[in-house]
């Protein structure tokens, strides 16, 4: 049976919980990687990805980088708790 790259990455995730389950470190470098990762994004988002056709665009724009930034702030808060 071929999953391909959707498989793979599930399986992949799987692995990674069960293990990060089992030794805190790895669970503490997979928090670092979302971390990175998730900045480069937000990196990207706000300097790249800001419409600016008219002022409703930039407005509405903005209000869902604020919505993005505010779910990282809450990813973050619940990773430190668990």
Same mark, same amino acid.
């Not at 990060?20 to 669970?27: D, E, N, T």
């Given at each position: 049976?071929?999953?391909?790259?959707?498989?793979?990455?599930?399986?992949?995730?799987?692995?990674?919980?069960?293990?990060?389950?089992?030794?805190?470190?790895?669970?503490?470098?997979?928090?670092?990687?979302?971390?990175?990762?998730? +900045?480069?994004? !937000?990196? /990207?988002?706000?300097? /790249?990805?800001?419409?600016?056709?008219?002022?409703? =665009?930039?407005?509405?724009?903005?209000?869902?980088?604020? +919505?993005?930034?505010? =779910?990282?702030?809450? =990813? !973050?808060?619940?990773?430190?708790?668990?």
């Amino acid at each position: 049976l071929i999953l391909g790259i959707e498989g793979a990455l599930l399986f992949l995730t799987v692995v990674c919980f069960y293990l990060g389950k089992k030794y805190h470190i790895l669970k503490q470098v997979l928090i670092v990687l979302y971390i990175v990762t998730m +900045a480069v994004y !937000l990196i /990207w988002r706000i300097g /790249w990805t800001i419409p600016t056709n008219n002022v409703l =665009s930039i407005i509405l724009g903005i209000i869902l980088v604020l +919505a993005e930034l505010g =779910s990282f702030c809450l =990813s !973050l808060v619940f990773y430190r708790m668990f």
